[in-house]
Nanobody, 125 residues
Framework: VQLVESGGGLVQPGGSLRLSCAAS????????IGWFRQAPGKERERVSC????????YYADSVKGRFTVSRDYAKNTVYLQMNSLKPEDTAVYYC???????????????????WGQGTQVTVSS
């Protein structure tokens, strides 16, 4: 069972990145997928999530209107499209899976049983 993030990198302010979270060893169909980030010296922050059915999503106020989460069941992958990136978005981004068919909006980090290794996003000129 594994989650692998990819798509991170260095981007200028105002730029875009799309992060991918690919699952192997299990199907994400019955899992809510969350995106978290942690910057140096700061606590882990919940960024976004998408329910197993894809109908419920959550975005932190800091990213609302700029980030979009989506899932591709055929590819067993969840994406986080990040637009209008700001230097304060710089962090290691993690995806995580929680076995639930309920809404993901109230799920805390402790509710996620599987985590990826993280991908670095750096927003700098």
């Amino acid at each position: 069972v594994q989650l692998v993030e990819s798509g991170g990198g260095l981007v200028q302010p105002g730029g875009s990145l799309r992060l991918s979270c690919a699952a192997s060893g299990f199907t994400v169909d019955y899992y809510a997928i969350g995106w978290f980030r942690q910057a140096p010296g700061k606590e882990r922050e919940r960024v976004s999530c998408i329910s197993s059915g894809g109908r419920n999503t959550y975005y932190a106020d800091s990213v609302k209107g700029r980030f979009t989460v989506s899932r591709d069941y055929a590819k067993n992958t969840v994406y986080l499209q990040m637009n209008s990136l700001k230097p304060e978005d710089t962090a290691v981004y993690y995806c995580a899976a929680s076995y639930t068919i309920d809404s993901c909006r109230a799920l805390a980090a402790t509710s996620y049983g599987y985590w990826g290794q993280g991908t670095q996003v750096t927003v700098s000129s």
